[in-house]
């Protein structure tokens, strides 16, 4: 649906240069909703202006539903455009019109009827529940309220691929949740593919089927969404997980664990999909010679499968703890050894095999 290949694009000024693209390479299936996350300045929005040909690439090419887009002029262009939605972060809507207006707007363009123009209106507007709002004016409206409307014009013309810039980064809790949930039935009922870039990962793990991971310019990082929650490579990647994850140990666990002369080491697991159904941890706990304590804990749902995470201290000999490390290997869960730094008082991984000895 969409694919953009080797994009490279540099914002030159009369003292400065901005490598916003740097060698991007991303492909958009039909039908899924695709991420873009990455802190500011990372490339995210020049990339999906790319999209609409509202930027164009120095290097590399753009297509869009099979066409080129450097091909592409005037009527051709026009139209690919038509099949483009775009919901902005801050609305962009006309605050002294109504919101029927609002979402006509890119019908009078159009030249449509006012039948037509009618029917979609009150068609879209109906799906983003807001049939009651028609006749109010914009300034009238929650921000919420606001983004539906955007969501509803995006929708008049009846696109094939709804571009989401930041669209719920202006929201509070709550109403992100609502809005996402939106977008998920524009993409489950109406089979458009979204393409959405955010800096809040929780819009991915709640929406996205697959990610792209930017920094400098650059795609890091890319895959499902479970795969890049449950497998992490890029340190950027593992600090956007850990906003949504917490896999952190408190710093008053550092004083605790110190102070026991006891052999241990400290596992991070992860069970995903039908791996979260399995008695892992209760087995554990039933072997001989080993104590489990459990220091942490969390569960998340994404793409209609659940992910949990554990921190496990397992207490007990060598032999003991290699023991139930082979056997948490062979049950299907994610291990990763954890190492205390005592002088900076962090925890970082290190292989599976080459661990703290205690």
Not at 71 to 78: A, D, P
Not at 101 to 114: K, M, T
Not at 116 to 125: H, P, S
Not at 130 to 151: H, W
Request: charged share 25%.
């Amino acid at each position: 649906m969409i694919r953009i290949e080797h994009a490279t694009k540099t914002f030159r000024g009369k003292k400065t240069e901005v490598h916003a693209l740097r060698d991007v390479s991303i492909h958009v299936r039909k039908g899924e909703i695709y991420g873009i996350v990455g802190f500011s300045g990372a490339g995210k929005s020049t990339l999906i202006r790319l999209v609409n040909r509202l930027e164009t690439p120095d290097e590399g090419t753009v297509e869009v539903s099979g066409q080129r887009l450097d091909s592409l002029k005037g009527k051709t262009l026009s139209a690919l455009r038509r099949k483009i939605g775009m919901v902005f972060q801050q609305f962009n809507l006309l605050e002294g019109k109504t919101v029927y207006h609002n979402v006509a707007i890119p019908l009078i363009l159009e030249h449509r009827s006012p039948a037509e123009i009618e029917k979609r209106v009150t068609e879209v507007l109906e799906f983003v529940e807001l049939s009651d709002k028609r006749n109010a004016y914009v300034s009238q409206l929650s921000g919420g309220q606001k983004q539906r409307v955007g969501i509803a014009r995006a929708l008049a013309t009846s696109p094939e691929i709804l571009l989401c810039d930041e669209a719920t980064s202006a929201l509070d809790p709550q109403t992100t949740e609502s809005i996402l949930k939106l977008l998920k039935r524009v993409n489950q009922e109406m089979g458009i593919t979204i393409l959405l870039i955010t800096h809040q990962m929780q819009v991915i793990q709640m929406i996205c089927d697959r990610v792209a991971v930017m920094e400098q310019g650059r795609v890091v990082e890319e895959g499902t969404v479970l795969e890049v929650f449950g497998q992490p490579k890029e340190d950027v990647t593992k600090r956007f997980v850990r906003t949504v994850i917490n896999d952190q140990v408190p710093e008053t666990f550092y004083d605790t664990i110190r102070a026991e002369n006891r052999h241990y080491r400290l596992e991070q697991l992860k069970f995903i999909g039908d791996s979260v159904n399995e008695p892992v941890i209760a087995n554990l706990c039933r072997r001989a010679g080993l104590e489990v304590n459990i220091i942490g804990a969390n569960i998340s749902q994404m793409q209609g499968s659940m992910m949990s995470v554990f921190i496990l201290q397992l207490i007990g000999d060598t032999d003991t703890i290699g023991e139930a490390e082979r056997y948490i290997d062979a049950s299907g869960a994610l291990r990763q050894r954890l190492f205390i730094d005592w002088d900076s008082r962090t925890i970082t991984e290190i292989p599976a095999g080459k661990g703290n000895e205690g």
